[in-house]
């Protein structure tokens, strides 16, 4: 009889220990999401194959620029609008201000997806396509009187992959946290690990780049092509101005890329602006973001 009470007891301590751990979470969870006031642009959606754009203009009108945005991650084309999002925060201080935005595309192939020139990879060539949208797409906006990119994690890269390879097309180029490394997927191990030391990059998030990046180019040749640290190499003053930022605890390892790309450009003669943050990935400052891509050069 003693035994039974004795489990029974435990069995209700392991009942009320179990029920308040879940009590605890539900009342201390999250119950909701800051959002942004602000007045969502006009958007129009057009669609061919698997490339998708959405057109962005505000009801009081833009100035003569288009901003191509390149979302991120496991986003689309529909993300400039959202109101929990840094694109939203942009809207809201050009509002504020009263600035006249430029046109904004938002261009998207998908959830994942790495702009190159056509190569050994049947993935390989969306930096060719896109480009060779681009008339397509300025006829239904109009031909713009200056071109600016901007990205931000896997669109970051794709604006400096896109913009160094074709700088005769863009004023502009604003990068976000973009996946630059100072090495390259190809490395050895011991220099990859080196490198995940030296930035505190998250292994299971390293991992998941390398493998991204190995599924559109497959050697070392291919990847220097579309590398920002070699493409910046190759600048004078006349690429498009650069506004690079960074969170100091980027958990993708992305801050030590960015300032050496940032210095390198510098020493190249190209007009740039690096916002190193102190915080993690995708740190963001919105105001001086704002006033570049919607300021005259």
């Known amino acids: 009889m003693k035994k039974k009470l004795l489990a029974f007891f435990f069995l209700m301590i392991v009942f009320f220990s179990i029920g308040g751990y879940?009590?605890?979470?539900?009342?201390?969870?999250?119950?909701g999401s800051q959002k942004v006031n602000f007045i969502a642009a006009q958007s129009q959606k057009f669609t061919s194959g698997n490339f998708n754009f959405t057109v962005y203009r505000p009801e009081n009108g833009v100035s003569e620029d288009v901003i191509?945005?390149?979302?991120a991650r496991n986003m689309d084309d529909s993300i400039w609008n959202d109101d929990t999002y840094f694109t939203s925060l942009v809207q809201s201080q050009w509002q504020k201000s009263l600035t006249k935005p430029p046109t904004v595309v938002e261009v998207s192939y998908g959830s994942v997806w790495l702009l190159t020139p056509k190569n050994s990879k049947e993935e390989s060539g969306l930096m060719d396509d896109l480009v060779a949208r681009m008339p397509e797409i300025e006829a239904?906006?109009?031909?713009?009187?200056?071109r600016i990119l901007l990205g931000e994690s896997m669109g970051g890269l794709n604006v400096l992959i896109l913009g160094l390879s074709h700088p005769n097309l863009f004023?502009?180029?604003a990068s976000l946290c973009?996946?630059?490394?100072?090495?390259?997927?190809f490395s050895d191990f011991s220099t990859?690990?080196?490198?995940?030391k030296r930035t505190g990059a998250d292994p299971k998030i390293a991992f998941g780049v390398l493998q991204m990046a190995k599924t559109y180019v497959s050697n070392e040749e291919e990847w220097n092509s579309i590398s920002p640290i070699k493409l910046i190499e190759r600048a004078d003053d006349k690429y498009p101005e650069l506004y690079l930022s960074c969170g100091l605890y980027d958990k993708y390892g992305n801050f030590e890329g960015s300032e050496a790309l940032a210095n390198i450009a510098i020493k190249k003669g190209v007009k740039t602006?690096?916002?190193p943050l102190y915080g993690g990935h995708c740190?963001?400052?919105?105001?001086?973001?704002?006033?570049f891509l919607a300021t005259d050069q």
């Open 140 to 146: 239904k906006i109009g031909k713009p009187r200056n």
């Open 22 to 31: 879940f009590a605890w979470n539900y009342v201390t969870s999250p119950t």
């Open 171 to 173: 004023s502009k180029v």
């Open 192 to 196: 990859m690990r080196e490198s995940l």
């Open 68 to 71: 191509y945005h390149l979302h």
């Open 283 to 291: 740190a963001i400052d919105v105001v001086s973001l704002a006033d």
């Open 178 to 185: 973009p996946g630059v490394y100072l090495d390259s997927p």
């Open 273 to 275: 602006k690096w916002h």
